[in-house]
């Protein structure tokens, strides 16, 4: 079983600040969960990048089966990085 989290703004922002704070928050409980579920995460994230052609998105190991996929500047448009959380 996983879980998501979609963090949103306020409406106060405009759409491309939103757009500019997008994450997932994701944990899975078993491993055969986790390519599926950061594959889906990341294709939604892609067509909010697609708006404003600005970032990248970046995924997180936060730890073991705990995971954040979200758009970020430091990463090219057009490409998804990897990191492990220290």
Known sequence: MSTATLERR???FGLA???AHRSIDLEFS???EV???LEH???ELIS???QDASCGILVTR?????YT???DESVPFGQTFEAIAA
């Open 10 to 12: 306020p409406a106060a």
């Open 17 to 19: 600040e939103a757009a």
């Open 41 to 43: 995460a990341v294709a």
């Open 48 to 50: 909010v990048a697609a």
């Open 30 to 32: 078993s491993a055969s």
């Open 62 to 66: 936060l730890y073991p089966g705990r």
């Open 69 to 71: 996929v979200a758009l």
């Open 35 to 37: 390519h599926a579920g």
